[in-house]
């Protein structure tokens, strides 16, 4: 009877510490105002983002980790890196793009000068030496961040299908985009676009370094944590003063000859 009458106590303990527990949590991401989170991005779509998150973290763990671990594996980071550079040159069009939209017009001279300087010198962008060399650093550009320049707010939250964290208005931005992408135009059938879309994705992957298992470890609610370290990454990038310029360091070269920047007067 007493072990009986204790057990009871004891179910009952645990079952009122996981209420207030639980209680806790969603005063801390719930959907009050106090909260930052919140704040940030409304989430109505909350249960079906959630089953996509799902549906993305098995994808990761069982496909494209692996998958990266093995491209990994079979080819030297030298060149994963050299075919990261081929593409991120490739996509210039549309950073190029959208800082011209934005009326940076340092940001659209940086990324005119890194494209032609590693297209040249770089042999079609395998290299980057306008940023290895002269210090020409890139920048971090899309129709997503166009929009929020519009101060066109972000809408809902959203977990795309194996893209990931999303929303509304960088969801549209991603799809304008992709008309920009010089591959749109390459005049590949649908399976070789796809496939090149997946080299450029799992080569990303290869040189990751587990970011994304380190979340998984640490968060108590990972689906939370990306949610707002997504926003609130989106949210400094659209308010971003700074042009992440940093030309001709060192002494092989005099910057005030060969930076272009000061050729007129910026």
Known sequence: MVLRVFTLLFVG??????SVLADDFDSAFGDDDTTVAEKLISDPFQPFNRGTFWVNDKLYFYLFKPVAKGYRWAI????????????????????A???????KFRDFGTETYRFVINTTFGIGGLFDPAESIAGV???VEDFGQTLGYY?????FYLVLPIVGPSSLRDATGFFVDSFADPLRYANL?????????????????SLDRDTYEGI??????PYLFIRAAYVQRRLAQVGEDSYNVNIFEGPLFDSDILNPFDWFGF
């Open 13 to 18: 303990y645990f079952i009122l510490a996981g």
């Open 97 to 103: 793009g959208n800082a011209l939209l934005q009326f």
């Open 151 to 155: 101060r066109v707010g972000h809408g």
């Open 216 to 221: 998984i470890h640490d968060s108590i609610d």
């Open 137 to 139: 650093k890139g920048t």
């Open 189 to 205: 059938e649908t399976r070789e676009f796809m496939g090149v879309k997946f080299l450029d994705s799992e080569n990303r992957l």
């Open 76 to 95: 030297p980071r030298p060149a994963r890196v050299s075919v990261g550079n081929f593409f991120s040159n490739l996509a210039t069009p549309i950073r």
